[in-house]
């Protein structure tokens, strides 16, 4: 049973990672804005009101089916400095990634929501951001996730003056249930608020859109952010902000019984998910008692095998040919999973079985991997059956947040490799590889359904849960979405210092010990994680059902998350 209600509206629904996230949405959707205007400002809202894990200067990426069945994926991830040093890190750092402004890739979040505003949303740039404004400026209640984050990470935060300013109030992190505000940050917002207004009345909406994103990548915001970030030594320069658009990439599909699983491409982390989906069809999972041992490693294999694949292959397809099509064909599944034992797990991660592979870290001496802010996410299904699925990312307590601004200027630079070499090494022009990656899902009877969570690594994982939950167990979203999960660590983290756990399998507790036991003895190092935890993801998933017209929504109570419908 779940802990929740289903959702369930006639017109439209939204579920975000905070509950003023999908209140601001939903309340875009019913001021006439359609999905993709609705998951913008829910977008911008969760830059605001978890601050800690996602920045209104970080990345989003953002997946929209059409109403018509056309689909679309933009980026927002930036790119590295075209005048960084591609041997920087391995030359000056020892094969290590510093926190702080080297990390920097140009800001995308910005561009990608307006990019979206543009091309697919009805409203203009100030109506979507009112809701974020209010919430920065006004401030909004410090929730037990929050204060913890904060309390965690007071020696990051402490590390420079402008974020201790905001995030360590009196010198102190913020209690529970305070009122939290960020002046800056809402200064910011509004500038490009009025500057949209002050084009829009003059010259119309598209206008108004183009303003705004003037402001922030070539007026006064650009200005603020390069110069800030060349006094403290890094490399962003005007012309990398100026000439900033998010990419355009093609969507990568997969058919798994009847239903259309769509990803973004394998400059993030997507494609993997498919990877896993279409391993598990054909390990034939079909008799397997849900969270069973058995279901559960051969799960973790499939995982470890998909991650293995990402690990040497995903990259900016800018720079790299990576061999999607192969990956997802069934020479190369057959293969993989004629790999794997039934009865005993892999030691590691499986070795490479197209091209030479990646050399593998040292197994990590430390407890867990280093967690980096990890995203978080929003499902928007409108009345029309427009779409819209979205996952920015990016916190602010590993590089400094820029005086008058209130934001960091993208610190996801630590998903590239120090070492440039690597498939998704460090380079100039070059993009991290991504683990932010909404996912879409056509269904076989016509509906349409957006998911996504947080969760760095874990996200692929989770995701793979809640689906085979749903759509194969005949969970409703809710409940799939509640079911406990597990989670792999045994490949390298995509943050650094790119931590390596070989056969860890975290298990969260309400999967009984007779399972956790039988999973040890077939080899699986088990990490015994909470009831419910924060660590394994929080997905947030919108479905429309044709048979009777409803949007259904669910919403993860593992994190502040909601779902709103009407």
């Known amino acids: 049973m779940a802990t929740r209600p289903l959702i369930a509206g006639a017109r439209h629904a939204v579920s975000a990672g905070h509950y003023l996230a999908a209140s601001a949405g939903f309340a875009i959707l019913e001021a006439g804005g359609n999905a993709i205007d609705a998951g913008v400002a829910a977008g911008l809202v969760l830059g605001v009101v978890q601050p800690d894990i996602v920045n209104i200067g970080g990345v989003a990426p953002i997946l929209i089916r059409r109403a018509d069945g056309t689909m679309e994926s933009i980026a927002g991830l930036g790119h590295w400095p075209r005048a960084l040093p591609a041997d920087l890190f391995m030359r000056e750092h020892g094969g290590r990634m510093p926190q702080g402004v080297l990390r920097t890739v140009v800001p995308a979040a910005p561009d990608a929501w307006i990019t979206a505003l543009e091309r697919h949303g009805r409203l203009g740039f100030a109506q979507v951001a009112e809701p974020a404004i209010r919430c920065a400026e006004e401030g909004f209640r410090v929730y037990k996730l929050l204060a913890d984050s904060i309390a965690e990470h007071v020696k990051d935060y402490a590390r420079w003056p402008s974020n201790a300013a905001i995030f360590l109030p009196g010198g102190a992190p913020p209690p529970e249930g305070a009122l939290f505000r960020q002046a800056d940050l809402a200064a910011m917002l509004r500038h490009m608020a009025d500057e949209d207004r002050r084009a829009a009345a003059a010259k119309g909406r598209l206008a108004g859109l183009a303003a705004a994103h003037h402001a922030f990548y070539r007026g006064d915001i650009a200005r603020t952010i390069v110069n800030f970030i060349q006094s403290e030594g890094g490399y962003l320069s005007a012309e990398d902000m100026a000439g900033f658009h998010s990419r355009l990439e093609p969507v990568v599909t997969r058919g798994w019984r009847g239903h259309q699983v769509t990803t973004c491409g394998p400059w993030c ?25 058995d279901y559960l490693h051969l799960m973790a294999e499939c995982l470890k095998a998909a991650m293995a694949d990402r690990e040497y292959h995903f990259a900016d397809p800018a720079f790299a040919e990576v061999p999607i099509d192969a990956l997802l064909g069934e020479a190369h599944l057959a293969a993989r999973l004629a790999g794997m034992d039934p009865a005993r797990a892999h030691p590691g991660m499986p070795e490479p079985l197209l091209g030479a592979g990646t050399e593998l870290p040292p197994p990590s001496t430390r407890p867990m991997p280093a967690i980096e802010p990890d995203t978080s996410y929003v499902a928007v299904v409108d009345a029309e059956g427009n ?17 008058g601004l209130g934001i960091i200027a993208s610190g996801r630079g630590t998903q590239s490799r120090p070492d440039p070499a690597h ?12 683990t932010p990656n909404p996912a879409m899902v056509v269904l076989r009877d016509g509906g349409v359904m957006p998911l996504g969570t947080p969760g760095g ?31 792999s660590y045994s490949f390298p983290s995509s943050f650094a210092p790119y931590d390596y756990f070989p056969a860890r399998l975290a298990v969260e507790g309400r999967i009984d010990p007779v399972t956790r036991d039988a999973l040890r003895a077939r080899g699986h190092e088990v990490k015994d994680w909470p009831d419910w935890t924060w660590l394994a993801g929080s997905v947030e998933a919108v479905r429309s059902d044709p048979a009777t017209g409803l949007r259904l929504a669910g919403a993860d109570p593992r994190r502040p998350a909601y779902a709103v419908a009407l």
């Open 387 to 403: 779409a819209f699925s979205a996952t920015p990312s990016d916190g602010t307590y590993n590089g400094p947040v820029i005086p």
């Open 269 to 293: 982390q997507g494609p993997a998910l498919l990877e896993a989906l279409l391993l598990m069809e054909r390990a034939g999972f079909h008799g397997m008692a849900h969270n069973s041992p």
């Open 457 to 487: 690594d874990v996200q692929i994982q989770a995701m793979l849960q809640v689906l085979l939950n749903h759509l194969h167990f005949g969970m409703d979203l809710q409940e799939a979405i509640e079911a406990p999960r597990v989670a």
């Open 423 to 434: 498939p998704c090494g460090v380079g100039p022009g070059r993009r991290p590889r991504l």
